[in-house]
């Protein structure tokens, strides 16, 4: 987990005990971090700031950017594929083997700040967004859809797709939405709150986690 003020915290049992990781030491506010390959590589995001590991041709680096650009979702698909999206319609993708991060679309006329982001495969990933937007890619990031949450105007800060078909979207008012078909349509749900959730994360289709304000 991370979190303002440079917090970054591992467990080995299941979330059990928390100890400090260690995997960044500058005293940033870091919104979102994405592991892969059994710690081996990382990537980390915030405000402003932007931190990874990575491999290139065999050789271990950690890089960090003191960049002008929000960062509130990374994902790590792989040690081939990172992507990196937030404020201003920001997406971003860098590949293992590049010096540089290559901007794959920035989404015209859409101020819209992105929130959360979750990939399925290479080629077919999902963002959401401020005033309940979400988007769709099957392309690798050349093209985006929207996608009707009917969640209009709420912000939608959390999203996982634990397989192809079944998705579940979080946001403020302790709202969460479920898609069975791709995210071509979506059932709103009931989480028992009414406070903001800022996280969700499924293990199957039927098992998962969301997280969110007041504790």
């Known amino acids: 987990v991370v979190g303002n003020g440079g917090i970054n915290m591992r467990t080995k049992d299941g979330g059990i005990t928390w100890k400090d990781s260690a995997f960044v030491s500058e005293n940033k506010d ?4 994405s592991i ?13 700031y932007l931190a990874f590991k990575a491999y290139l041709s065999g050789t271990p680096i950690i890089s ?12 790590t698909l792989s040690k081939l594929h990172r992507w990196f999206v937030g404020a201003g319609g920001l997406i971003e993708k860098w590949d293992s083997g590049s010096s540089s ?22 080629r077919t990933g999902y963002f959401t967004s401020t ?8 392309d690798a990031g050349e093209n985006w859809k929207y996608k009707n949450t009917y969640y209009s105007g709420i912000n939608l800060y959390g999203i996982s797709f634990p397989s192809e078909d079944v998705g579940f979207v979080c946001g403020d008012s302790g709202k969460i939405s479920k898609t069975m078909n791709g995210g071509t349509n979506w059932t709103k749900q009931t989480s028992g709150v009414n406070s903001l959730l800022f996280s969700i994360s499924f293990i199957d289709t039927q098992s998962g986690w969301s997280c969110g304000d007041i504790g």
């Open 30 to 33: 870091y919104n979102s971090i």
């Open 36 to 48: 892969s390959n059994s710690f081996k590589e990382f990537s980390i995001g915030g405000n402003g």
């Open 64 to 75: 960090s950017f003191l960049l002008g650009d929000n960062y509130f979702s990374v994902i």
């Open 101 to 122: 991060f290559n901007i794959v679309k920035l989404l015209k006329g859409n101020n819209n700040t992105i929130l959360s982001s979750d990939f399925i495969n290479n």
């Open 131 to 138: 005033s309940g937007r979400l988007y769709k890619t099957t």
